[in-house]
């Protein structure tokens, strides 16, 4: 992950018990678990006032409610982009897909137009199962906004 330093060690203790490749595993549903190690994580001063990386951390994490609290309160299209995946995973697709348009200003959509949100929503509500090639645009996609928030707010 390239993090600045401080939110590098900021977010280690939580990326050692959970890395990337384990996270978000399913593309629907809520599965929380680790809160004590985000909320510790969120304890942070490097992550003080850094509502777009907690709905992020949240987002990782599989707790959604969480998420979706945070990010339906940051009024840009970072929030709307962080509300338009929680609602992809909750299975709310047409929701998904109103918040992703109103993230489709988004400077990294427009520097990395292969993520391709709302063809991700699509692809998600038409799959059957936690398909793996999914999981892993999933994980990308999370990935590239949570370096993006991390470099650029």
């Known amino acids: 992950m390239n993090l600045p330093d401080p939110l590098a060690r900021a977010c280690e203790p939580l990326f050692t018990a959970l890395p990337l490749e384990n996270a978000m595993n399913h593309l629907t549903g809520s599965y929380p678990g680790h809160a004590a190690l985000v909320e510790g994580v969120l304890a942070e001063p ?3 006032g850094r509502s777009d990386l907690a709905a992020g951390l949240w987002l990782y994490v599989d707790d959604l409610d969480r998420s979706h609290t945070i990010s339906q309160s ?4 970072t929030g709307s982009y962080w509300h338009g995946i929680m609602h992809r995973r909750e299975g709310d697709f047409a929701n998904s897909h109103h918040w992703m348009r109103r993230a489709a200003s988004h400077p990294l959509i427009a520097a990395v137009p292969d993520l391709d949100p709302d063809g ?3 692809a998600v509500s038409q799959a059957r199962t936690d398909d793996p090639e999914l999981v892993e645009r999933q ?3 999370w990935l590239a906004l949570f370096e993006w928030c991390a470099h650029n707010r």
Do not use: G, M
């Open 120 to 122: 991700l929503v699509d």
């Open 139 to 141: 994980r990308r996609e």
């Open 46 to 48: 490097a992550l003080q």
């Open 74 to 77: 940051i009024l840009d299209a």
